[in-house]
Each structure stands twice: as structure tokens, then as C-alpha cells.
């Protein structure tokens, strides 16, 4: 599958040595790890459907990010009628009806997620960049003289995902 990101959209924001198949392939890298983290992007067609399982247990279920439609709830291994509960996609959250009921330990929520292949392309053109500017040290301090500190990459791509999604991934 291509990747959202074309390495000539990539280029024109980004300057590196990289060759186009390597700069493809960390492209594909990073798109591949935002979608193991927070799901597949929705498509032109609108036709991309996430299943989550979500804890349950209160009045409310959080998927990870802002949905357009719930297209059905499973509730412990049962299927719960569109009437049972109000969707607030915006907010990634589906509430249980009637009011002040909760849902049941385990929920599958089927959901087409909003169309974010913009916000998609602006994390990964930061996450290609970051990875083009990390290096092995964290830190390193050479007779006093010199001194280089990096950042927490780790820390740094977490917030780049958070971003994107609603929940810690």
C-alpha cells in the first residue's frame, strides 16, 4: 500500500542525504508505527472501520481517537442496539443509555474513524525528522570544553502521537 506521505512532500520540508527508497522507507516505518498504535487512516471513500476493545465497567467508553460513526458495540460477546447508547465522536466517547446505566466488562467498539490523513502527514513528516536528527548519545561532555545534550526521543515521539489520539499509546 502507499504511503500517505510521498517522499517528494517529504523532501520539500525536510533536507537529507537520504536517498528516495531509504527516505520511503522510513516514511513507511513511521506510518506503519502510528497505525499499529492508533488504528488505520480513514480513506477518501470513508469505508476504513477500527474495532477497539475498550474496558468497561462505567457509563462511558473512550476509543483513541475522534470517530464519525459507531458502526456496532459488542458488550461481553453481545451485540448492544444502536438505541442502548449515545456516540460523541468528537470526543472519541460512547455513553451507555439509559442514563446512569454501565456497560459490561468487555466492549469491542466498531468505529469509522474522522479523516485525519493531514494531521497524519504533519506527525509524520515531525517523526521523520526527528528520526533523521537522533543520535546514539543522550549526552556528552568532552573536557569541559564541549557540550551536547539531546532530547528525549522517546518523550518526543509519544507527543507526536498524543496528538494524533485521545489516550496514552
Same mark, same amino acid.
Given at each position: 500500500?502507499?504511503?500517505l506521505?510521498?517522499t517528494a512532500?517529504c523532501?520539500s520540508?525536510?533536507?537529507?542525504?537520504k536517498t528516495?527508497a531509504?527516505?520511503?522507507?522510513?516514511i513507511?516505518? @513511521?506510518?506503519t508505527? #502510528?497505525?499499529?498504535? #492508533?488504528?488505520?487512516?480513514?480513506?477518501?471513500?470513508?469505508?476504513?472501520? #477500527?474495532?477497539?476493545?475498550?474496558d468497561?465497567?462505567?457509563?462511558h +467508553?473512550?476509543? =483513541?481517537?475522534?470517530?464519525?460513526? /459507531?458502526?456496532?458495540?459488542?458488550?461481553?460477546? %453481545?451485540?448492544?442496539?444502536?438505541d442502548?447508547?449515545?456516540? &460523541?465522536?468528537?470526543?472519541?466517547?460512547?455513553?451507555?443509555?439509559?442514563?446512569?446505566?454501565? &456497560?459490561?466488562d468487555?466492549c @469491542?467498539? %466498531?468505529? =469509522?474513524?474522522?479523516d485525519q490523513? %493531514?494531521?497524519?502527514?504533519?506527525?509524520?513528516?515531525n !517523526?521523520?525528522?526527528?528520526? !533523521?536528527?537522533? %543520535?546514539?548519545? /543522550?549526552?556528552?561532555?568532552v573536557?569541559?570544553?564541549?557540550?551536547?545534550?539531546a532530547p528525549? &526521543?522517546?518523550?518526543?515521539?509519544?507527543?507526536? +502521537?498524543?496528538? !494524533?489520539?485521545? !489516550?496514552? /499509546?
Amino acid at each position: 500500500m502507499a504511503n500517505l506521505l510521498s517522499t517528494a512532500e517529504c523532501r520539500s520540508l525536510i533536507t537529507s542525504s537520504k536517498t528516495d527508497a531509504e527516505l520511503d522507507a522510513m516514511i513507511a516505518m @513511521v506510518e506503519t508505527m #502510528i497505525s499499529n498504535k #492508533i488504528g488505520a487512516a480513514q480513506d477518501e471513500s470513508g469505508t476504513v472501520t #477500527i474495532s477497539e476493545t475498550v474496558d468497561g465497567g462505567d457509563e462511558h +467508553l473512550f476509543v =483513541k481517537v475522534a470517530f464519525s460513526e /459507531v458502526v456496532s458495540i459488542t458488550e461481553d460477546g %453481545t451485540a448492544v442496539d444502536s438505541d442502548d447508547y449515545r456516540a &460523541w465522536g468528537k470526543s472519541g466517547m460512547v455513553e451507555r443509555l439509559p442514563e446512569g446505566e454501565e &456497560w459490561g466488562d468487555v466492549c @469491542v467498539v %466498531t468505529y =469509522k474513524p474522522v479523516d485525519q490523513r %493531514t494531521e497524519r502527514k504533519v506527525a509524520t513528516i515531525n !517523526l521523520v525528522r526527528l528520526m !533523521l536528527e537522533r %543520535t546514539a548519545m /543522550v549526552s556528552e561532555n568532552v573536557a569541559g570544553e564541549y557540550s551536547s545534550t539531546a532530547p528525549d &526521543w522517546d518523550k518526543a515521539i509519544k507527543r507526536e +502521537l498524543k496528538n !494524533l489520539c485521545f !489516550l496514552e /499509546v
